[in-house]
T-cell receptor, first 116, second 112 residues
Framework: GAVVSQHPSWVICKSGTSVKIECRSLDFQATTMFWYRQFPKQSLMLMATSNEGSKATYEQGVEKDKFLINHASLTLSTLTVTSAHPEDSSFYIC????????????FGPGTRLTVT | AQSVTQPDIHITVSEGASLELRCNYSYGATPYLFWYVQSPGQGLQLLLKYFSGDTLVQGIKGFEAEFKRSQSSFNLRKPSVHWSDAAEYFCAPRFGNEKLTFGTGTRLTIIP
């Protein structure tokens, strides 16, 4: 149980275009989902926290107009990277809070974004 | 200020040898403590967690961790590593009602 999926697993897009990444909780309802960014050989950096039906809370320094997060249902959150640039290339990971409480998070497999 | 430290950036051990990965935190109380493992190009998998109670916790894949309040530590151990344990390991405390805070990670290399 408590499986989180992400789609796509990798994507290549051209500079200036937008790309959407989906995060789904497959067998549980996730009221809270999180989006992280990870640079090569570095730790995870929390970008934003999203609660179903409300606006996401972004971490300091994260451009909310560039990284659009939507959490429209209890099983789906999306991250859209708008007007992507090469510096947005990264590994994006989502997670969902455990159905048993907020203390645990279950992580998706990640999405590798390359902007050319 | 709240913080987490993983002092070892990279550790190399021989297959079959024991392993200990260090994690220290700075906080005025006892946080919830987690260890996650990340295989190359993958997301994170929860190894084990500590909330309260018995300070020695057992996790998956033969891992265990011991919480030591006096040392503000939550070190991860395994008595005998396997080649498949090669990965990145993250200690992640949760301070109060705040979000998870990830350490910088320790990369584990296994040599035959």
């Amino acid at each position: 149980g408590a499986v989180v999926s992400q789609h796509p697993s990798w994507v290549i897009c051209k500079s200036g275009t937008s790309v959407k990444i989906e995060c789904r909780s497959l067998d549980f309802q996730a009221t809270t989902m999180f989006w992280y960014r990870q640079f090569p050989k570095q730790s995870l950096m929390l970008m934003a926290t999203s609660n179903e039906g409300s606006k996401a809370t972004y971490e300091q320094g994260v451009e909310k107009d560039k990284f659009l997060i939507n959490h429209a249902s209890l099983t789906l959150s999306t991250l859209t990277v708008t007007s992507a640039h090469p510096e947005d290339s990264s590994f994006y990971i989502c997670s969902a809070s455990s159905p048993s409480g907020f203390y645990e998070q279950y992580f998706g497999p990640g999405t590798r974004l390359t902007v050319t | 200020a709240q913080s987490v430290t993983q002092p070892d950036i990279h550790i190399t051990v021989s297959e079959g040898a024991s392993l200990e990965l260090r994690c220290n935190y700075s906080y005025g109380a006892t946080p919830y403590l987690f260890w996650y493992v990340q295989s190359p190009g993958q997301g994170l998998q929860l190894l084990l967690k500590y909330f309260s109670g018995d300070t020695l916790v057992q996790g998956i894949k033969g891992f265990e961790a011991e919480f030591k309040r006096s040392q503000s530590s939550f070190n991860l151990r395994k008595p005998s590593v396997h080649w498949s344990d090669a990965a990145e390991y993250f200690c992640a405390p949760r301070f109060g009602n705040e979000k998870l805070t990830f350490g910088t990670g320790t990369r584990l290399t296994i040599i035959p």
